[in-house]
């Protein structure tokens, strides 16, 4: 089994950054892929970005691409989704979750085994 908690979610103004974390406990982050997702109510959940076990791939949402950055340390067992550049449309809730050694079809969000509980990210206009 795989714990993770999210954190670094709050209120930014558009234009602004904010990091959030994906910390795992139970075991070691190093044989999972980790993705963000997002979820706006009423709406499925998006993918956001991942980043590959062996922590050479990694992909985005086009939404996302240029502005937020994926990145791991296992030695800390957490992934980081640094977002800059922020607008109005990031509003939502976002998760992490994790994946057993995947490689492929790593923005389907159904390849995922363990989710967090949801980090708020706010931007005002």
């Known amino acids: 089994q795989v714990q993770l908690v999210e954190s670094g979610g709050g209120l930014v103004q558009a234009g602004g950054s904010l990091r959030l974390s994906c910390v795992a406990s139970?075991?070691?982050?190093?044989?999972?892929?980790i993705g963000w997702f997002r979820q706006a109510p009423g709406k499925e959940r998006e993918f956001v970005a991942t980043i590959v076990w062996t922590g050479v791939g990694t992909y985005y949402a086009d939404f996302v691409k240029g502005r937020f950055i994926i990145a791991r340390d296992n030695a800390k067992n957490t992934v980081y989704l640094q977002m800059n550049s922020m607008a109005p449309e990031d509003t939502t809730i976002y998760y992490c979750a994790a994946a057993y050694q995947v490689m492929i079809s790593v923005r389907n969000r159904t390849r995922y085994d363990y989710w967090g509980q949801g980090t708020q990210v706010t931007v005002s206009s």
């Open positions: 139970g075991r070691s982050l190093s044989s999972y892929t």
